[in-house]
């Protein structure tokens, strides 16, 4: 703000303490305040400094029944008296006038793992201007102004004050009512101003975003210099990070732990279990999404995904594929087995929009489908399923056999999901070509457009496991 705003918002300030503005004055201040989050800043600092210089307090600690006020002393009455006025009249229920200097408040910490916070994270907890990095869950976050952020692991947020924040890292979903008009979030390569309304964005610490409006009104300012952008409900801008997600390679992490070594051999897990990978062999895993524009090169992923989306946006569907190479089992009886698939952040939608969710796992019966290929694996052609059935998320319930559900709440982007069962040993026990194919579907659909896109890690994946099939065998 330039020292000639400040001077002019400071005299206004002075004669609205003393109720001097005349009617169309105090239209127009009513009218900036609302719509310029920096002169509603100034302003209400502003009154409440001219409220803490004329209070004099001295007058309680007398031994004897206090004197009638001076006038200086009645003033500072009415001047606070005139700030509370103000805040409730023209919103400011983010003054910053916190003696402890907290601006906001951790109100939910929901399956929460923290990594390199500056603040409190426990639930409940007053936050002071800092950082809070989320590594698991979903965090939500009520500024005093009223905004409130649905932080979804893993994000990185840096709080500024009541009425600024900077997103450094990852999602999050913004719901700012009409008292917090104006509450802004900083990335790398943009800054975002809601205008009362609710969106999600996500950013990276490269630049790369995304800006989505579910309600209302945004701002979005691109610091490239280009022209500010205001978007409405459904509208969004998105900056390369959509495509970085749908074109992700395994060293696109440079931070990343060192390169796992993937299994290429059958692994003896102990107490009798043997354990094998989709890199064994002639092992695979891929996925398909129901949209012809979807680009083929699903298998060369470090993670498979699985969505389910509903009628409202059917070409957004993805099930799974994974195959394993059961030919050093041949002749020998599996008495026992388990899938273990490891969960991995997709990026891709977002978590507040999908409830806890099931996924089921299904073995495909016509093992002459066995041999498709990860590069040619499309919506089109794939095992066990009809682009043209109405149930897209699922596949045909003539050609595969349920094997087995789990379960992944709200949230979680790590950690690993096992199925385990009679079901799953009957189904590679029954296996007559060394190849079984299985499909991974998610059941739950989310409740808004743009909700998750849960993923699994892969055989191409460099710092997780990929899909693993542990058996325990009988005696020869």
Same mark, same amino acid.
């Given at each position: ?66 004197? $009638? ?13 005139? $700030? ?209 524009? $979807? ?102 319930? $003539? ?78």
């Amino acid at each position: 703000m330039k020292p000639a705003d400040q001077f002019r918002l400071l005299e206004l300030s002075e004669r609205y303490a003393d109720d001097k503005l005349t009617a169309e004055e105090l239209a127009a201040l009513e009218t900036e305040l609302r719509d310029n989050a920096a002169s509603r800043a100034f302003f209400a600092k502003a009154l409440h400094q001219r409220a803490e210089l004329c209070f004099d307090d001295s007058w309680h600690s007398q031994a004897e029944p206090a004197p $009638a006020p001076a006038p200086r002393t009645v003033w500072w009455r009415h001047a606070i008296t005139a $700030a509370a006025a103000a805040c409730v009249t023209l919103g400011f229920f983010w003054l910053q006038g916190h003696r402890d200097g907290t601006v906001a408040t951790l109100v939910r910490a929901q399956q929460c793992q923290w990594a390199g916070s500056s603040l409190p994270t426990v639930e409940g907890a007053r936050l002071k201007p800092g950082m809070l990095d989320l590594m698991e869950g979903l965090a939500v976050i009520r500024f005093d102004s009223g905004a409130e952020l649905v932080l979804e692991a893993p994000a990185t947020v840096e709080v500024l004050d009541g009425m600024n924040c900077k997103l450094r890292r990852g999602t999050l979903v913004a719901e700012v009512p009409p008292q917090a008009k104006g509450f802004s979030i900083d990335t790398k390569d943009a800054k975002v101003i809601d205008w009362g309304t609710k969106f999600g964005l996500s950013a990276g610490e490269d630049g790369k975003y995304l800006v989505q409006v579910m309600e209302g009104l945004v701002e979005v300012d691109d610091k490239s210099g280009a022209a500010s952008k205001k978007l409405q409900k459904g509208q969004r801008v998105d900056r390369g990070w959509s495509q970085k997600q749908m074109h992700p390679s395994a060293g696109d992490d440079a931070d990343a732990e060192p390169s796992r070594w993937q299994p290429a051999v059958v692994m003896d897990a102990g107490d009798g279990w043997q354990a094998i990978t989709t890199a064994f062999g002639h092992g695979k895993d891929s996925y398909i999404q129901s949209s012809d524009k $979807a680009p083929h090169d699903f298998g060369t992923h470090p993670f498979f995904r699985v969505k389910h989306s509903g009628d409202t946006k059917p070409d957004l569907n993805r099930k799974g594929y994974i195959a394993f190479d059961l030919s050093k089992f041949s002749g020998r009886s599996i008495q026992d087995a388990e899938l273990v698939l490891t969960i991995e952040p997709s990026e891709l939608g977002f978590a507040s929009f999908v409830p806890d969710s099931t996924f089921a796992v299904y073995g495909v019966l016509d093992e002459s489908t066995d041999a498709w290929e990860e590069s040619g694996l499309t919506w089109q052609q794939a095992p066990a399923h009809d682009p043209a059935q109405p149930e897209r998320h699922l596949p045909v319930a $003539a050609k595969v056999k349920l094997l087995g559900k789990f379960e992944i709440a709200q949230g979680i982007n790590r950690g690993t999901r096992k199925l385990r069962g009679i079901d799953l040993a009957d189904f590679l026990n029954a296996d007559t070509n060394q190849i079984a194919t299985l499909i991974i579907c998610r059941e739950t659909n989310e409740t808004q457009d743009s909700g998750l896109v849960h993923a699994f890690a892969t055989k191409e994946n460099g710092t997780r496991s990929a899909p693993m099939l542990r058996v325990r065998l009988g005696s020869k």
